[in-house]
């Protein structure tokens, strides 16, 4: 008999899931690794994106396979595979990091901040951990917060350019104009075209009116195919405020 809504189903309960072969995701984790170690990534990334989608969760497949799809810029789904890895294993250094730089990069700041404070209690002489949080607080407008992690980062790795590159912004954006161009020049020497040094180099020229020298750097920035679509929309703002502060200085 069937009643008007339909025939009554019963449901029978899920069976239970067969275990996994443990030897056989050694093999497999085994495998991974030996490919890294020949240097052959990218084929190591292929083994771990095919061993997890097979279900064999461990922080190294989720690691490679996230950053297959970042190399691919399919961003938001690496941040996904990343996620997931960190609720599987929310104590991995690696994935915890991965997943904060992931955030980052979407701009998710909020997000990406309480990993690396996580990374930077569990291993506080890490100085990238420390220089990326001064990245997120920096973007997040916390320049005293931002500093400090540079700072602390600097202390730990004298030549780190993400924390010499922030230093450079924070002390421009207070008005330490020497102190800005000492870290952003340290920076450029080793890796010229370095946007945030370029842009803390750009706000020294403001303040200090060197105003052709300032557009110049800024259009070089944007003309320069490593930057971000988010740092040239902030060099044109730059070279907007430079114009403007001609204007106004050839008015009065």
């Not at 569990?122 to 992690?149: C, I, S, T």
């Not at 740092?231 to 114009?243: F, K, N, P, S, Y």
Request: charged letters at 25%.
């Amino acid at each position: 008999m069937e009643f008007k809504s339909g025939p009554i189903k019963i449901q029978v309960g899920a069976a239970a899931p067969t275990p996994r072969d443990a030897e056989a995701d050694r093999a497999q984790l085994q495998a991974i690794q030996a490919r890294l170690t020949a240097g052959d990534l990218e084929g190591a990334a292929e083994l771990a994106r095919t061993a997890l989608a097979g279900g064999l969760e461990h922080p190294l497949t989720f690691n490679l396979t996230a950053g297959m799809l970042e190399a691919d810029d399919r961003f938001a789904e690496s941040v996904s595979v990343l996620q997931r890895g960190h609720r599987a294993f929310p104590q991995d250094p690696g994935l915890t990091q991965a997943l904060g730089l992931g955030l980052f990069r979407l701009q998710r700041f909020a997000e990406a901040l309480p990993h690396f404070d996580a990374m930077t209690a569990a291993q506080p002489g890490f100085a990238q951990a420390h220089a990326a949080r001064g990245a997120v607080l920096d973007a997040l407008g916390r320049d005293p917060e931002a500093e400090a992690a540079y700072r602390r980062a600097l202390d730990l790795q004298g030549d780190n350019l993400l924390a010499l590159a922030g230093l450079a912004g924070t002390a421009a954006r207070a008005g330490r104009h020497d102190e800005a161009r000492r870290c952003a020049e340290q920076v450029l020497a080793a890796e010229p075209g370095y946007p945030e040094a370029v842009m803390a180099l750009a706000r020294a020229d403001l303040a200090e009116g060197y105003y052709d020298d300032g557009v110049a750097r800024l259009e070089a920035l944007i003309a320069d195919p490593r930057a971000s679509d988010p740092q040239r929309d902030v060099a044109r703002e730059l070279i907007a405020d430079i114009t403007a502060a001609r204007t106004r200085k050839f008015d009065a």
